[in-house]
């Protein structure tokens, strides 16, 4: 019996077209297909006389199909119309396209709708429930009117738009009827497809639609709410979008992806495609299974491409992504940690670090001579070069560079007002830093050093000027990175629970409780330092106070806390 | 962007396609084959010169990839391989020996090619020792990427230009005609890259990779440009500016998302540095044809001689395009 008839709308591809179409008929479907006017009269026939051997395929009143128009529901209508007249037995009716390639057997949609007699699969919301209208138009398609085309006359066609949001011209909507819209591709039953075609009110509905903008994703949605008994609001065919609206195509390679569908017919299949045809227009008979389609795993990489398209990789900067300032989505790829002053104040802090976190450490990475990578090394991740002219060409690429090669692995590194610093404001503003300062901390080593006083003062000077830039960078309304400062006075009174705070914070999963404290470097004489500086007329502050004669201790060991009792 | 300029790059963009019309004379018919181009072809241009042990490879991955003919001009090469491209079936082969220098690095030669065949075809444009990789490569022809790109109507494929070296010294492993360069220069630096925007043309300015890393540490900025646009749907409006690295109208070079997103985008494998290179950078160099007075080739005849070792630690072998994919080289955008 043939109790499913099937519509093509075909209009290139004609040869793929015929295939499929021997492929329906094979299975017992009769085939009405209806052939844009725009395909010229000889390749027409041609077409034509191919399929002269199936005497249960024929062709429908050819209309002119533009996208977006009118004449995609008149070929619906009018093939529809030939089915229904010509196959008196035909329950459900088929609409598809000519790059629509059916998945699984022809018998197996038949037991499927033979279940289901009396429903319509036809994808139908309302305008205030779909997210994907193009254009943002959704109500307005309803309620305006397009002369103009959309793909060969842009320009006059939002023009016209304005025109009429301005003038704020409204059409009436016939009896009333509620627009829905969905998906152009459907299968409705006999029943339903007649009450619309033979509607006393049709010719009210045809004008009216004929000036709704896409009418083919709104005519048959919004009718069949009218006359169905029974509508499950979703399409058999298999149809993806992506951001443009335009429909995505399956190639070669999704063939597993459809086969794991288990939908009944999938749009749009590139011609090319020989496997695809191949598998699938000569599958054994139906096996009879009775699977519900599963499109959930071909949704998910379809929107994840969606995805990669409209928002991308946080911290990619690429050839085909460069995002404008502020779109960046994430200026760099992960987490990282900058410390200025600790490796002043502590001997060995960075190996400290590496002990308590399972991060990488690296020295100075912009320090003046070199990129002082983790364990001396002179290359790191991606092939990245630590010559300081390569760097400093473009410091904010060889940041952002730095973190998206190390992706999964947190980077920490030392600043310092020594190091080069127009980098500084770039990571202030960056929400993945968490910079750490201990303010005047660079005054340690030129108190180490030895060197000749006046040129001491000199540097301090400098150095003092350079972090207090920077430390106003970092109290700046637009910074966005998780700052701590500290001045050196404060820390060195307690060091262990800031630093606490931060290994915290990083998130090592390798210990929870530090058990070892970084070595502080001997301060005894520091605060004479300072006085000595200042009798030389220079005002260093960025320390906090220090008393000249009380050297501060250095409180190395670890205090234990008194509630942890075991 | 003011009128001016916009005034300014049209006016540039008629010098070029005028030019290029000139420089058409200095081009002689070996083989002219283009009256078997269909409408719809993809069509290859390149230029070259005494390339004749790449280009057996070279005509067989785009044949693969589904290239219908191939235009080539010949410079004034002594290997014979003008001889061997006039008898491939598919190949239409120009010669001349007019200056490469003063053709602008055969630009004009081929802007006239794709000026005269190109029209309304998808046109490649790389050099014999460039390899195109895009998303799904192993699985789609080109045609489905062009036919892709059709739909999405898009006119023009970003590919960046990928370094590819030995590991070990340059010299080490003699390329055999007809073998597959990437089976000895396999590594490239995946992520040391700069990206700038150029106001006037609107194109990435990206440089970086090995030659960056070795060849140009000291200037940094005098590095070699790694942007190219090696795949449009041609119209004879178009021009080339710059070898493939940007062209007009500058729509064309807006190959890259600004708003977060990410266009699809290849990669062009560049199997420059092989044995045959150390040969070739001391004969360019006495040639002085080159860009910037031929400042790339003394950089590289400087370094190589103390060590043609381009390799390091965090190199990286290259597999298939969707490594280069994950590592953020290359994008699918929403091509799925």
């Known amino acids: 019996m043939n109790s499913v008839g099937v519509i093509m709308l075909v209009h290139t591809a004609l040869g793929r077209a015929e295939q499929v179409a021997r492929h329906w008929a094979a299975g017992g479907c009769p085939v009405v297909i209806h052939v844009d006017r725009k395909v010229d009269r000889r390749t027409y026939n041609t077409f034509v006389k191919a399929l002269s051997d199936l005497p249960d395929v024929r062709f429908s009143h050819r209309h002119a199909c533009e996208w977006g128009t009118w004449g995609i529901v008149a070929a619906s209508q009018a093939a529809a119309e030939t089915l229904l007249g010509h196959y008196p037995d035909v329950r459900h009716v088929y609409l598809s396209s000519g790059s629509c390639l059916p998945l699984r057997p022809v018998a197996e949609l038949k037991t499927y709708l033979d279940a289901r007699p009396d429903t319509d699969f036809i994808e139908s919301a309302t305008t205030a429930d779909v997210p994907w209208t193009v254009g943002g138009l959704d109500m307005e398609r309803f309620t305006m009117r397009f002369p103009f085309s959309w793909k060969r006359h842009r320009p006059l066609f939002d023009a016209y738009v304005n025109l009429q949001r301005k003038l704020g011209f409204k059409r009436r909507i016939p009896n ?60 058999l065919t ?51 299974k009775m699977a519900e389609p599963q499109p959930g795993k071909i949704d998910r990489i379809f929107a994840k491409a969606v995805e990669r398209r409209t928002r991308g990789r946080p911290g990619l900067i690429m050839q085909s992504r460069k995002p404008n300032e502020g779109w960046e989505n994430g200026v760099t790829a992960g987490r990282y940690s900058v410390f200025q002053g600790f490796a002043d104040l502590f001997e060995d802090f960075n190996d400290w670090l590496v002990r308590a976190t399972d991060t990488r450490v690296h020295g100075h990475l912009f320090a003046p001579e070199r990129a002082e990578f983790a364990d001396g090394q002179t290359v790191m991740s991606g092939a990245l070069s630590d010559v300081a002219s390569v760097r400093d060409y ?173 | ?64 990839l589904g290239v219908n003919h191939f235009l080539m001009v010949d410079n004034d090469s002594s290997d014979g391989s003008a001889r061997y491209l006039g008898d491939q079936p598919d190949v239409s082969v120009w010669r001349t020996g007019a200056s490469y220098k003063r053709s602008r690095f055969g630009v004009d030669w081929l802007n006239w090619l794709q000026f005269k065949y190109g029209h309304d075809h998808w046109v490649l444009v790389v050099d014999p020792d460039e390899f195109l990789v895009y998303p799904f ?59 700038k925007k150029n106001a006037f043309f609107g194109n990435l300015w990206i440089q970086g990779g090995p030659r ?93 001689k103390d060590n043609p070792d381009l390799w390091c630690r965090f190199s990286e072998k290259y597999i298939n395009w969707r490594q280069l994919e994950i590592l953020g080289l290359m994008s699918k955008g929403n091509w799925a």
């Open chain 2, 1 to 64: 962007m003011s009128w001016r300029d916009t005034y300014r790059r049209r006016l540039m963009r008629k010098r070029y396609l005028i030019r290029a019309f000139r420089k058409r004379r200095e081009l002689s018919v070996v083989a002219d084959r283009t009256s078997a181009i269909k409408p719809g072809d993809i069509l290859l241009f390149s230029t070259q010169r005494n390339e004749k042990i790449r280009l057996p490879y070279f005509l067989k991955y785009y044949r693969d």
């Open chain 1, 238 to 288: 298999l149809s993806k979008f992506d951001f443009q609206g335009k429909p995505h195509i399956f190639y070669d390679d999704h063939l597993q992806l459809l086969r794991r569908s288990d939908c009944f017919v999938a749009r749009k299949i590139w011609p090319h495609a020989d496997r695809l045809y191949e598998a699938f227009l000569t599958d054994a008979d139906g096996r009879g």
């Open chain 2, 212 to 304: 960056t890393r070795i060849f140009f540490a000291d200037t940094p900025a005098k590095a070699p440009a790694l942007n190219k646009i090696p795949l449009v749907k041609w119209d004879r409006k178009y021009a080339f500016i710059s070898s493939t690295h940007m062209m007009l109208p500058r729509g064309l070079n807006q190959v890259y998302d600004e708003w977060g997103g990410e266009k699809a985008s290849g990669a062009l494998l560049h199997t420059k540095f092989l044995d045959t290179f150390t040969v070739k950078a001391a004969e360019e160099l006495t040639r002085q044809q080159h860009y910037a007075a031929s400042m790339e080739y003394k950089a590289y005849a400087e370094q190589l």
């Open chain 1, 176 to 235: 009333g009827i509620t627009p829905h819209m969905g998906s152009q591709w459907w299968c409705l039953t006999r029943r339903t497809l007649t009450a619309i075609l033979m509607d006393t009110d049709r010719p009210e509905y045809d004008e009216y639609f004929q000036k709704v903008w896409i009418p083919d994703e709104s005519y048959f949605q919004t009718l069949a709410r009218l006359h169905s008994k029974r509508i499950e609001s979703r399409s």
């Open chain 2, 137 to 195: 490569c192993d699985t789609r022809p080109l045609r489905a990427l062009t036919d892709w790109l059709d739909a999405s109507s898009i006119k023009s494929f970003s590919a960046m230009l990928l370094d590819m070296y030995p590991k070990g010294r340059i010299d080490a492993q003699p390329y055999q005609e007809g073998q597959n360069p990437l089976e000895i220069a396999s590594w490239f630096d995946a992520g040391n890259y700069t990206y």
């Open chain 1, 394 to 566: 473009d410091p904010q690429a060889f940041l952002i560079n730095l973190i998206w090669n190390t992706r999964g692995e947190r980077q920490c590194w030392q600043f310092g007002p020594a190091d080069k610093q127009p980098i500084g404001w770039f990571i202030a503003k960056d929400p993945n830093a968490q910079i750490s300062v201990i303010s005047g901390a660079w005054a340690v080593p030129l108190f180490r050093s030895g060197k000749d006083f006046a040129e001491l003062r000199k540097e301090a000077a400098q150095l003092q000027k350079v972090e207090a830039e920077f430390l106003n960078s970092l109290r700046s309304p637009y910074t966005k990175a998780r700052i701590r400062i500290w001045t050196m006075a404060e820390f060195i009174e307690s060091p262990m629970e800031p630093l606490q705070t931060i290994i915290d914070e990083i998130g090592s999963k390798r210990i929870t409780r530090l058990t070892e404290a970084p070595r502080m470097t001997d301060l005894k004489g520091f605060g004479q330092f300072l006085q000595n500086l200042k009798n030389q007329g220079m005002h260093p502050y960025l320390m906090g106070d220090f008393p000249i004669d009380q050297d501060p201790v250095p409180t190395n060991t670890l205090t234990r806390k008194p509630y942890l009792v075991r």
